[in-house]
């Protein structure tokens, strides 16, 4: 065999040697491919530097008002992703005048037209960053498309899409939402509360309160969550109501924590004596914002339950009853003849530093 290699010509120094010439010319092919990548990644960031330093001057010159801002220029077409970050960053930190001159700022140059089309898209980092802006823009053009898209199965886009909506028009909005809040619990309920808020207790109370009304056990209990945020006079009308009528313990306990205890509650010795310990709990922590001489038979009573949990708000809810000195407190420790009634009595005053 090797005879017949070496009689055909075959010269395996000289394959060795093309072998070697190839192998360098693939290294340094490789080598240019990387320092063209390299170089082509440092022109790309070179302009988008170039452009997100001409956006911000003019972004700043609209934010403060100055008549030295940078020229206005069209914006191009490969601008249009790095000024919509920047001009929704900006604008996230703003209200009042300056809020205003950068939604002008942003009309002016076309903005609200293009993140209705980018609303849209395919790819969900654009998508929510225009969502994100069609609210910060007040689009009310954008208002049903963004009331459309609460409804998505996707928890960021519905989310997102109700924060913009809450902010296009609080009021229509909060028509809208709060019946779809106890639906979709997959809303984070830190967002959904500071949603809440930031529309306001005038706005949210009314919409909240009918809600509430007519929502079922489980979803009125999930829903009172989220009226501390209303009126005083409309949380204590839902407590009333609900304490007067339904007898679900989550939805009892609930309603005993939005009380505001500006005013009396119906069936409060049933309550504090309720089998679920939690509305117990929040019976007594009730009775404490109540803060009514006549209630300290009530709690004293409270001291010597069997959950650890309502002897404690038992007592810090004596404490903040009117008169309750130190040597009062002390003659209704004499009083108590269990043990953890007293124990617990001793820790909530020495926690209230009451001498």
Not at 33 to 55: I, N, P, S
Not at 269 to 272: G, I
Not at 287 to 303: F, N, Q, T, V, Y
């Given at each position: 065999m090797q005879d017949y290699l070496f009689a055909s010509g075959f010269n395996p120094v000289s394959v060795a040697l093309w072998m070697t010439v190839a192998s360098i010319a693939g290294s340094l092919l490789l080598l240019l491919?990387?320092?063209?990548?390299?170089?082509?990644?440092?022109?790309?960031?070179?302009?988008?530097?170039?452009?997100?330093?001409?956006?911000?001057?003019?972004?700043?010159?609209?934010v403060t008002g100055s008549t030295a801002a940078s020229p206005l220029r069209k914006r191009r077409r490969g601008e249009h992703q790095d000024f919509l970050r920047l001009w929704v960053y900006t604008r996230s930190m703003l209200e009042g005048a300056a809020a205003d001159r950068l939604i002008a700022l942003a009309r002016g140059l076309g903005l609200h037209e293009l993140v209705r089309k980018?609303?849209?898209?395919?790819?969900?980092?654009?998508?929510?960053?225009?969502?994100?802006?069609?609210?910060?823009?007040?689009?009310e053009a954008s208002f049903a498309d963004l009331a459309a898209a609460t409804d998505s199965a996707n928890t960021l886009t519905s989310i997102t899409a109700a924060q913009a909506l809450a902010a296009v028009d609080p009021a229509r909005a909060m028509e809208r939402l709060i019946p779809k809040?106890?639906?979709?619990?997959?809303?984070?309920?830190?967002?959904?509360?500071?949603?809440?808020?930031?529309?306001?207790?005038?706005?949210?109370?009314?919409?909240?309160?009918?809600?509430?009304?007519?929502a079922t056990d489980e979803d009125a209990a999930?829903?009172?969550?989220?009226?501390?945020?209303?009126?005083?006079d409309v949380r204590d009308a839902l407590a009333l109501e609900l304490l007067r009528s339904r007898s679900n313990p989550e939805l009892l306990a609930a309603a005993l924590k939005v009380a505001t205890g500006h005013v009396a509650v119906p069936r409060i010795?049933?309550?504090?004596a309720h089998p679920a310990w939690y509305v117990r709990m929040q019976a007594a922590k009730l009775?404490?914002?109540?803060?009514?001489?006549?209630?300290?038979?009530?709690?004293?009573?409270?001291?010597?339950?069997?959950?650890?949990?309502?002897r404690f708000r038992a007592a810090k809810a004596?404490?903040?009853?009117?008169?309750?000195?130190?040597?009062?407190?002390?003659?209704?420790?004499?009083?108590?003849?269990?043990?953890?009634?007293?124990?617990?009595?001793?820790?909530?005053?020495?926690?209230?530093?009451?001498?």
């Open positions: 491919y990387t320092l063209e990548l390299r170089l082509r990644r440092r022109m790309r960031e070179r302009r988008r530097a170039g452009v997100v330093a001409h956006w911000r001057d003019v972004i700043a010159g609209a980018q609303a849209t898209h395919a790819h969900l980092g654009k998508r929510l960053l225009a969502i994100q802006a069609q609210g910060y823009l007040r689009d809040i106890a639906r979709r619990r997959d809303w984070p309920r830190t967002q959904v509360f500071n949603g809440l808020q930031r529309a306001g207790s005038a706005v949210i109370s009314e919409p909240l309160y009918r809600c509430i009304r007519a999930y829903l009172l969550q989220f009226a501390e945020i209303a009126e005083f010795d049933e309550l504090v009775i404490g914002r109540m803060r009514r001489p006549e209630d300290a038979g009530r709690l004293e009573k409270m001291l010597a339950d069997d959950e650890w949990w309502v004596l404490l903040r009853l009117p008169g309750m000195s130190a040597e009062h407190l002390e003659h209704i420790r004499a009083g108590l003849h269990d043990r953890y009634a007293r124990d617990i009595l001793d820790q909530a005053v020495a926690e209230a530093g009451i001498r």
